[in-house]
Nanobody, 115 residues
Framework: QVQLVESGGGLVQAGGSLRLSCAASGSIFSINAMGWYRQAPGKQRDLVARIISGGTPKYADSVKGRFTISRDNAANMMYLQMNNLKPEDTAVYYC?????????WGQGTQVTVSS
């Protein structure tokens, strides 16, 4: 079995920063794409950032220049550095990864940005 566990969420004031982490564990043979998604109350789950091993990261327009996605392949970890946070960034953030050619999701971590 494969598990994805997010951490690093919390409450922050507008303009502040948070760093999310996603740890993949279990019977991992390979991890291809990894990404962060978010879902605000009453809204659909949307892509925030995505990175393919050895590829160029892709970002939602709303977070370009503020968020940075990275991964540590040796440790099966992924990160999302979020700077200059805005109230509209408030959501549950989910880790997604293609592990062993199957898509897995984490349980989510809450990010709340106060104005």
């Amino acid at each position: 079995q494969v598990q994805l566990v997010e951490s690093g969420g919390g409450l922050v004031q507008a303009g502040g920063s948070l760093r999310l982490s996603c740890a993949a564990s279990g019977s991992i043979f390979s991890i291809n794409a990894m990404g962060w998604y978010r879902q605000a109350p009453g809204k659909q789950r949307d892509l925030v950032a995505r990175i393919i091993s050895g590829g160029t990261p892709k970002y939602a327009d709303s977070v370009k220049g503020r968020f940075t996605i990275s991964r540590d392949n040796a440790a099966n970890m992924m990160y999302l550095q979020m700077n200059n946070l805005k109230p509209e960034d408030t959501a549950v953030y989910y880790c997604n990864a293609d592990v062993n050619w199957y898509a897995y999701w984490g349980q989510g971590t809450q990010v709340t940005v106060s104005s």
